[in-house]
């Protein structure tokens, strides 16, 4: 089964949020100091399924992303966990992007691969969380999806699939070509391991710009986008919490009981 | 040119009633429409759903198109996605609204890409620019660290509505409003529904709890997600941007760093208190009430001071 899977590279969501920072002027984020930015966290899971079918059932991996040049270090960390080959869509026009500019793009790279069985992506971005990429790039292909997914398994040349809802899961078969998003209950992500990191090193990474995958500047980035930001800014939180403080523990204990009674909370 | 007049929303069933979240499309949606002097329309697809018709009407709806059909009982993404984007066809409305729910998170960037238009997900506020007539649409990013203003400049506008976030509209039986019913056809796609497994955890349901806590206690229990993925609890308890969204009465955040990520989820709750052996942690902004300390030795204590004062 070959497999394409989609990566970005966002801020770490990790990120404490006091260091937290936009800048209102270009309504962008900026990054904060000494925090190198991380393989998205579902797409990080993304890959991880991708491997998981490929250990059972041989096939190829690649890993594709669209962003500036530092997002070569998340191709470089699929390849690290076992990843076969790595895409970079690099231009200027692709970026500042909204979901359907963005979408558009690797659906135009994924047609020139060609040759895939399955295209993978984290379910939602750690950056922007809207989930929509996925969703257009199966729009733009005509392929059939599900989202969000626990588990994919292969057996007959069909996907055994289980979607997550609010009460539990559907068992879903799909047929392939198809593309699934992908969610953390899954389970953890491999680590690379120093021989991977180290093959990863040695490759090298395809790197496409617009006129590879036949797109004009105006269909992506920022003047393909359909939805435009008109502002981004941190909404103020005034913290008015009580500390409630005691001789011991067990006096904190009473004081905060006795303080939610009379809050008539409890 | 197309004239994209009015607003639609896509409504949800659950057990037989109009699900919580369909009152707040309602809600929402029938402000928008009163802003633009516009109609409501309400979408209504699934098995056995017609007797919900009325209360879509009762909800602010003017007209009411339903798919009533057994093969659709579950979301299914081909079917739906075909039938909404027929209905936008046939309408042409300018904006369009969904749940931030297992149905929107799928449904809307798909039909929103069929129509060849823009989605925002995931919206807490929604507006009319009054200038120029279209939806500005808010929405947290970053996690919850941020929040990004949209305007999509292609019609539909669409969004999904987070759960919690809207208004719920009121039910007004004296409403009038016309119901249609239209004809299901289910596409051949690569998707095949095998079965459904519920895994309802025994209790209060998250979602409608009055006490949540992150620890085992009175009330519902919730937790992060690690508690989640390291299985100490069921991933349905996971509260969160991507996991349930609650609004208590009171949130007992115990041992939780008070991540944007998590706090997203419980930013209905009235009263969250936190308990967290370093002061500097994050859930401190958002608690009304905090101690700092290690919660295994201040819980057994705060339990039964509660106790103490609830009896007597
Ligand atoms: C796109 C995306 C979506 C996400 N969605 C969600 C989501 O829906 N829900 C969610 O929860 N997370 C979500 N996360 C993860 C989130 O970023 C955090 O990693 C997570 O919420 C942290 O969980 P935690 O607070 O339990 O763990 P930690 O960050 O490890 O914090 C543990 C806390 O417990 C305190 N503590 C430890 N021991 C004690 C003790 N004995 N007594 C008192 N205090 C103690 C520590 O001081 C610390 O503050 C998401 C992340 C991403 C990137």
Redesign the interface.
Known sequence: MDIIVCVKQV?D??T???S?R?DPGTNK?IPAQGIAPVISTFDELAVEAALRIKDKHGGKVTAMTLGPESARDVLKHAMAMGADEGIHLLDAAFGDG???AT?YALAQAIKKVGRYDLVLCG??A???????VG??I???LN??????I?KVEVSDGKLGVER?????????????P?LLTV???L??PRYPTLRGIMMAARKQVTTWNAQDIGVEASQVGARG???????????I?E???????GED??D???K??????E?K?? | MTEYRGVLICSEALQGSLAAISWELLGIGRKLANDLGEELYAFLPGRGVQPLAQELVAGGADKVFVADDPRIE?YQ??SYTALMDGLCRQLSPQIVLMGQ??LG??L???L???QG??????CVELSIDLQDRSL?QTR????G??????????KPQVATIRPKSMTEAQRDTSRRGEVISIPVNVPP????????????VEGVKLEDAE?ISSSPGGGAWGGT?PVC?SGWLP??LQIG??G?MVSP??YLVVAASG???HMAGCSGAR?I??INKD?EA?V???????????YR??????T???K???SG
Request: aromatic share 8%; with cysteine.
């Open positions: 801020p969501p990790e404490p949020p006091a937290f936009i984020v909204d979901g359907w979408a379910r939602q750690a950056d922007w969380d809207a989930g929509q969703l257009g199966a729009e733009f392929l059939p999806s599900v989202t969000p626990k997550l809802v609010a009460d539990g899961f559907e068992v879903l078969e799909v047929s392939p198809a969610s953390n209950e389970g953890e986008a359909r939805t435009k930001l008109l502002r981004l800014f941190i909404p939180r913290s008015k919490c009580e500390i409630v403080e523990v067990v904190a204990a009473t905060l009981a006795l303080r939610l009674r809050s909370i409890i | 579950y993404t081909d729910t297992s998170r799928d809307a960037p798909r929103a890409f069929r238009t823009g989605v925002a997900m995931d500005l947290p990013v970053y996690g660290n941020a929040l990004a203003v949209l305007k999509t400049e292609t796609g690569g998707v095949n529904f095998v079965k459904k497994v519920t895994e309802e006490i997600r993925d991933a349905q941007l991507t349930k009465n009171l991540s944007s990520q009263n208190v936190a002061p994050n401190f902004k958002y608690a009304r009430f905090g101690v700092v300390a290690d030795q201040l819980l057994p204590p705060l039964e001071k509660c103490e004062l609830l």
